[in-house]
């Protein structure tokens, strides 16, 4: 990282923020971008073209937003911060940008309009949620920062640390893929995680019905609510060997007692779903655990 590439967009940042009089604020995940080395190819990832609607949450002062209504037919952004907001209002005012659509609000409780495609530093605090939340949208690819930590548990392989409640979760709905990693440094203030960029492509649901065809049924949503809360009882306990896990988390799938729930899951003769109670968590793939879902009925 050269010290010109940080200095540009920096010094353009601080002086917007400081003629502003302007803290950020932590709580908001408020740590803007300042690094035009990794700005660029942001952008550049998004592979835009003048068709493409872009949605983006958390602007800030706009570091992504100017250059994405550059590349992209419109961008619509939703930034919560009022003061923020008015900001980056101003300064699309100012540059004549006539194609983002600002939206001041909390992401998390707005419908989005029309978007074809994600480009986002997001905040951090609302990463779960927000991910899950872009997944009920239909849209051809999104370019998302997040914590690093984060952004492996997302794409975390069956069997490693980073295998997780998370992972499985997204399995049948999209792929991830990690695409490069941005240090502290590159922010103001400097947060005191490292970050990466990550690329999610909806799977098609085609490819689900595919996915699923075994079993001669697509993941509708209820199974997949089903899918949701085995993931969640597994994971409360991702080193024990499933049937504790699903013993101790009980709660979760059904509404059996201890003992109900051992007699039950004892009494199962299938050898598949057998084998699959004796492995431990962090082993099971998605397609078993939903394989669990769909055949253990309480
Ligand atoms: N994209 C900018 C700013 C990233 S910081 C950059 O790269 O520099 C994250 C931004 O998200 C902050 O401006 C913060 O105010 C905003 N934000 C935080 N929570 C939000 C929410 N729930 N909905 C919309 N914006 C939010």
Same mark, same amino acid.
Request: charged share 30%.
């Given at each position: ?7 540009? @967009?920096?010094?353009? *940042?601080?002086?917007? /923020? %400081?003629?502003? &009089? ?8 408020? &740590?803007? +971008?300042?690094?035009? %080395? ?24 706009? *570091? @992504? ?28 005012? =100012? !540059? ?27 905040? $951090? ?7 899950? =939340? ?9 370019? @998302?920062? $997040?914590?690093?930590?984060? #952004? %492996? ?9 980073? $295998? ?6 997204? $399995? ?6 990690? /695409? *490069?990693?941005?240090? #502290? !440094? ?14 999610? *492509?909806?799977? +098609?649901?085609? @490819?689900?019905?595919?996915? &699923?065809?075994? !079993? ?16 969640? #009882? ?7 060997? #499933? ?56």
């Amino acid at each position: 990282m050269s010290v010109s590439n940080i200095d540009s @967009l920096a010094k353009q *940042t601080k002086s917007i /923020l %400081n003629k502003n &009089n302007i803290k950020l604020n932590k709580n908001l995940g408020q &740590n803007y +971008l300042i690094d035009k %080395n990794k700005r660029d190819q942001i952008i550049k990832f998004g592979n835009l073209t003048k068709d493409d609607v872009v949605l983006e949450i958390g602007p800030g002062i706009g *570091t @992504l937003t100017t250059e994405l209504s550059a590349k992209a037919k419109k961008v619509i952004a939703i930034e919560q911060d009022p003061i923020i907001f008015k900001i980056l209002e101003e300064r699309l005012e =100012k !540059e004549k940008i006539d194609n983002v659509e600002l939206i001041n609000n909390d992401a998390l409780n707005v419908d989005f309009p029309k978007f074809n495609k994600i480009v986002s530093n997001l905040p $951090y605090q609302i990463s779960s949620p927000i991910t899950f =939340k872009f997944l009920e949208y239909d849209f051809d690819s999104a370019i @998302l920062m $997040y914590q690093k930590e984060f #952004a %492996n548990r997302m794409d975390g392989k069956v069997g490693t640390k980073d $295998y997780s409640r998370l992972s499985a979760m997204l $399995y049948f709905k999209c792929d991830v893929e990690i /695409l *490069t990693q941005v240090s #502290a !440094e590159s922010f103001i203030p400097k947060p005191k995680v490292d970050s990466s960029v990550v690329k999610l *492509t909806p799977k +098609l649901p085609e @490819l689900i019905g595919k996915l &699923n065809a075994i !079993e001669n049924d697509e993941i509708s949503d209820p199974a997949f609510k089903t899918y949701s809360n085995f993931t969640k #009882a597994l994971f409360q306990h991702k080193n024990k060997k #499933a049937r504790n896990a699903l013993i101790d988390s009980r709660h979760e799938v059904c509404n059996l007692d201890k003992k109900e729930m051992k007699k039950k899951l004892n009494s199962i003769t299938s050898h598949k779903i057998n084998d699959l109670l004796d492995q431990r968590v962090i082993t099971i793939t998605p397609e078993e655990i939903l394989y669990l879902s769909e055949h253990l009925t309480f």
